[in-house]
């Protein structure tokens, strides 16, 4: 006899009873059926001993005690001709109290062990509590309150593959009456108990503890639900999160349960159709594994990824692969390699299916086990019951994997800043709830109206020239090189073509002290590698000659197979201010975002660029004051100080000394922006409004008028304005932060040259304080760190 107190409360005082049994018994033995007759009277009889049979047993040892006669006395409802079919025992509903097993309930009890604890799945305490009331409200006050979630036992089996049992109640030998303490129910009570499942109090209150009889008892019928239970696990398992704890091993159990193979395992590979690939699963912390793809690349050819075996039943009749025998598999000319690879993983049969939807591959389940026979043709259709769900799975992946493809697209390379996505949503929202959205529908065009625009740059002065320069040294030292080498092969060659090729060489080398044409580079590339390269390699050449034409060739860029020193220093150089000017760019416009969200998009060219638009339109859920404008143009000078100051601490350290010049043009006429849906970009909307658009183009290559100086300079910010009240409030600004010893006393004002249809320019230029001691600055070894 089972006999744990699983939960302390319960609103039943349990007494154990067979008096309705014998009830029955005393009618069948008044009954003119002699041999019914004779054996019910025998029987009550032997019982007549023991009251507590009718009367309610409290002392369950009594049971135990008399379990032969209990037997006999509930022969009529365990017939003995289906014992071994039957997994039956008496009980109490919910109660983890069980006795007198049929024998095929006793075998299975044996087999899972004498330490299994045999309690109902995911069946808590408030759960019993509220289902025992509930019996009351059926039984005794006509209610017909009914819960459909099957309840089942999981008990292993000898070879401790969990099996499912779902669980069937009879209770009609129990009599439920009420005690002294019972609470007589109205019936809005019963409506205030059907409205509240929920609560716990509420039930407690309204049945008290043990404040019903419970008399008599029931009968437990189990049946084996394992198949049914195991593919409604698998549904659930599928739709938990990826990152669900055990989720893989619950995935396992399953299939375990369905194949009765204690040791399966099951992995799964991706199918790539654009590029007919197979790629192992990158989902659940690679809990599932591939065994075809062990010690193999994340993404493998087909035919490569099964050692060139023939595949034809998975990829083309597109049907379950199966080795019930892995090693006499591995006998046959062309399967050694497939044979070899599963034996080493300790698989010695498996299955190979095809995830199909609509004819269309998604995937390769396997199914692998470590005795040989045990997976096969035949077991092998088990599968149908579960690649329905699997399908499923693999589809979502598939969807979901193309969203966040999408997103990380979205987000890095076309991102819609999050101050305007509000107004993208809503369009695309549009179109989602159209009555018959097609490719008909005509999107209605992004504009934001009534903003004021900020730009700001932080450039690298000369860049062109720098650039052009380092290319040319480069060159010219790849050119000496190759002279030099050719120098050393006129000594120990006859080859006349040598004198042609040097003079050429040098003709180039002469070149490249004059200025820099747009093809010289391009030109010089074809030439070594049609002309000298070839003569390199073919040259029959002393050892002293062998070892400088090895190592010119390992000083080449193996992209361009030109000598890319010089120029590298430079890129590095370029490539550590931009990181570094756009990441404090970033930084704080975390923190300007807070001033009143605003549309904020930079650019990485020869330095940074960046552009602002701030208005009622962007935002239209707050409301909008040109205080805010004013903030953010405080905000933006004071952050071109930031990144002039930090570049101040890293130029010293920089592969390649650059410097950067700063400016601001001030706009204070509101404009319209307009998204072009051809160059997924926002643009300045309108003819007058492109002149600020002329002023952002050029601005930066003019010259203080009646001169020949640029208007900015290096470690300077220039701030280029058209009206006496933008000067005033700049002005303003520049106070400030010289009070903060931010900026320098100094102030230049000057007009600005006249440029392609724009003129009455003017600027005011400031120096930024340097402050920081040497310790500040970085060293060469940290900015080389943070570019890897």
């Excluded at 050029?698 to 008028?705: H, L, Q, Y």
């Amino acid at each position: 006899m089972t006999n744990t107190n699983l939960f302390k409360e319960s609103p039943f005082k349990t007494q154990i009873s067979f008096h309705k049994l014998i009830e029955s018994l005393e009618e069948i033995a008044l009954s003119d059926i002699d041999y019914r007759s004779n054996y019910a009277k025998a029987l009550l009889k032997e019982i007549e001993h023991f009251p507590e049979f009718k009367t309610g047993i409290e002392d369950l040892s009594i049971i135990e005690d008399n379990k032969i006669l209990i037997k006999y006395l509930l022969a009529d409802l365990f017939p003995t001709a289906l014992t071994k079919n039957e997994i039956k025992a008496v009980t109490i509903p919910f109660q983890n109290l069980t006795f007198n097993y049929s024998e095929r309930f006793s075998k299975i009890l044996k087999e899972a062990g004498g330490s299994f604890d045999m309690t109902i799945r995911d069946f808590e305490e408030n759960q019993f509590y509220i289902l025992s009331c509930i019996l009351i409200l059926n039984i005794h006050y006509k209610q017909h309150f009914e819960i459909n979630n099957p309840l089942f036992y999981d008990i292993p089996d000898a070879n401790g593959i969990l099996k499912h049992y779902r669980i069937l109640y009879n209770a009609d030998f129990i009599e439920i009456t009420p005690t002294d303490k019972a609470i007589a129910l109205t019936i809005e009570d019963i409506d205030q108990l059907m409205d509240n499942y929920d609560d716990i109090t509420l039930w407690k209150q309204k049945f008290p503890f043990e404040s019903w009889s419970l008399k008599g008892f029931g009968i437990v019928s189990l049946f084996d639900a394992t198949t049914e239970s195991a593919i409604s696990n698998l549904k659930s398992n599928l739709l938990k999160a990826d990152n669900e704890p055990n989720n893989h091993q619950s995935f396992e159990t399953i299939f375990r349960s369905i194949f009765k193979i204690p040791d399966l395992r099951v992995g799964l590979i991706i199918y790539n159709e654009e590029e007919d690939r197979f790629t192992k699963p990158p989902f659940n912390n690679n809990e599932i594994i591939s065994y075809i793809l062990f010690d193999q690349d994340e993404t493998v050819n087909c035919e490569k990824a099964f050692f060139g075996c023939s595949i034809n039943t998975l990829m083309d009749e597109k049907k379950a692969f199966t080795i019930s025998n892995v090693k006499k598999f591995s006998k046959i000319p062309g399967n050694e390699a497939l044979g070899k690879h599963l034996l080493k993983q300790n698989i010695k049969s498996c299955i190979l299916a095809p995830v199909l939807k609509n004819n269309k591959l998604l995937g390769v389940i396997e199914l692998v086990s470590s005795k040989e026979r045990e997976l096969n043709s035949i077991n092998a259709n088990n599968l149908d019951l579960l690649l329905p769900y699997v399908i499923d799975t693999l589809e979502r992946y598939n969807i979901d994997l193309q969203n966040q493809i999408e997103a990380v697209i979205q987000r890095e390379y076309t991102a819609i800043h999050s101050s305007v996505y509000w107004k993208f949503k809503n369009e695309a929202e549009k179109y989602y709830y159209t009555n018959s959205p097609s490719k008909d529908y005509i999107f209605k065009e992004i504009v934001f109206k009534e903003v004021y625009p900020l730009y700001g740059q932080i450039d690298i002065k000369g860049s062109s020239q720098h650039r052009n320069e380092t290319v040319k040294e480069d060159l010219k030292n790849q050119l000496k090189t190759l002279l030099g080498i050719f120098e050393s092969l006129k000594s120990n060659s006859s080859l006349t073509l040598l004198e042609q090729r040097k003079f050429e060489m040098q003709s180039y080398y002469n070149e490249l002290n004059l200025e820099l044409k747009a093809d010289t580079e391009q030109q010089i590339q074809n030439y070594i590698q049609k002309e000298i390269h070839p003569i390199l390699n073919n040259s029959r050449i002393d050892n002293t000659c062998q070892h400088l034409i090895e190592q010119y060739f390992e000083e080449l860029d193996p992209k361009t197979a030109l000598f890319y020193h010089s120029r590298k220093k430079f890129d590095d150089a370029m490539s550590i201010i931009n990181k570094k000017m756009a990441s404090i760019l970033d930084q704080e416009q975390l923190d300007a975002q807070t001033i009143f969200p605003h549309y904020f998009e930079r650019f990485k060219t020869d330095g940074v660029e960046h552009n602002l638009y701030i208005g009622a339109s962007i935002t239209p859920s707050q409301p909008f004051d040109i205080m805010y404008l004013s903030n953010l143009r405080l905000w933006q000078l004071q952050t071109l100080c930031k990144m002039e100051l930090e570049h101040h601490r890293l130029k010293a350290a920089l592969p390649y000394e650059l410097d950067v010049t700063s400016l601001i043009i001030v706009f204070s006429s509101p404009l319209s922006i307009r998204f072009r849906m051809d160059e997924k970009r926002f643009d300045v909307d309108g003819t007058y409004n492109a002149r600020y658009e002329v002023v952002k183009k050029r601005i930066d290559k003019a010259n203080i008028k009646g001169t020949q100086e640029r208007i900015t300079q290096k470690e300077k910010i220039t701030i280029v304005y058209s009206h006496s009240y933008e000067e005033a409030e700049y002005l303003k600004y520049i106070k400030f932060l010289q009070f903060k010893k931010i900026l320098e006393p100094t102030i230049e004002q000057f007009d600005i040259e006249e440029l392609q249809g724009v003129s009455g320019l003017k600027a005011l230029r400031i120096k930024v304080v340097n402050t920081e001691s040497s310790s500040d600055k970085y060293t060469y070894h940290e900015l080389l760190s943070e570019l890897n």
